[in-house]
């Protein structure tokens, strides 16, 4: 009776240790698979590339001004851009670079009809801006470089731009005084102190603009060299 017992005791040590043994090579046998699916990292050169070109149809620009003394946003466009760029694919920087624009001042439009006659009399004119123009020098990694023209006066200013669906967006900041515009604002002030006051009953038109520009683009995938 013993030595049965002793054997049933022997053969069922010897299961439980085949059993632990199969669950140890289970999980370590589970932990290669998952070391081996975390795969090949990719490289830059393994991502899809992209060519670019700016389709003319479409430019367009926002500008926000600023009135009264909490800096009120006064917003508009121009209907008249022309780009003097040919229709060619390449990098964003490279189609970017020495992207040439004109801008009839006279095109302003800021939906409303008494400002826009004023903008164009009272300040374009007094600005001696008929066309204001700017040629981009450099563009890399989201920022550039952007030469614009106004009153005669040449400046270089800074913008940062980025892809946003099928639109590369231009984004900058100027301030008129750089060129000059103190006297165009100042006329257009004038023009607008008795009927366009702000909370505190100060009529105030400030040198800052913001501008957005908007290129539509074409896509297509680089082909493989």
């Known amino acids: 009776m013993l030595n049965t017992k002793s054997s049933y005791l022997n053969i069922f040590e010897l299961i439980k240790r085949i059993h632990y043994l199969g669950f140890f090579l289970l999980i370590t046998s589970c932990t290669s698979s998952e070391q081996k699916n975390i795969g090949t990292p990719l490289v830059e050169s393994d991502l899809p590339k992209y060519d670019y070109s700016i389709d003319t149809i479409g430019v367009?620009?926002?500008?926000?001004?600023y009135k009264f003394t909490n800096k009120t946003s006064v917003y508009g466009t121009f209907?008249?851009?022309?780009?003097?760029?040919?229709?060619?694919?390449?990098?964003?920087?490279?189609?970017?670079?020495?992207?040439?624009?004109?801008?009839?001042?006279?095109?302003?439009?800021?939906?409303?009809?008494?400002?826009?006659f004023k903008l164009r009399t009272y300040f374009f004119k007094v600005f001696n801006t008929p066309v204001i123009?700017?040629?981009?020098?450099?563009?890399?990694?989201?920022?550039?470089?952007?030469?614009i023209t106004m009153n005669n006066i040449s400046r270089i200013v800074p913008f940062t731009y980025s892809l946003q669906n099928e639109n590369i967006k231009l984004f900058?900041?100027?301030?008129?005084?750089?060129?000059?515009?103190?006297?165009?604002?100042?006329?257009?002030?004038?023009?607008?102190?008795?009927?366009?006051?702000?909370?505190?009953?100060v009529s105030k038109l400030w040198p800052e603009m913001d501008i957005i520009i908007t290129l539509p683009?074409?896509?297509k995938l680089q082909k493989k060299k």
């Open 172 to 201: 900058t900041h100027i301030n008129l005084q750089h060129w000059d515009g103190d006297k165009a604002i100042k006329t257009l002030n004038g023009e607008c102190y008795k009927i366009d006051k702000g909370p505190d009953g």
């Open 60 to 65: 367009s620009i926002l500008w926000t001004a």
């Open 217 to 219: 683009v074409s896509i």
């Open 133 to 147: 123009s700017g040629t981009i020098l450099k563009a890399k990694e989201g920022e550039g470089n952007v030469r």
């Open 79 to 116: 209907n008249e851009i022309n780009l003097n760029r040919k229709k060619v694919f390449g990098p964003i920087e490279n189609i970017l670079r020495h992207l040439k624009l004109s801008i009839p001042t006279a095109s302003v439009d800021s939906k409303n009809e008494i400002r826009d």
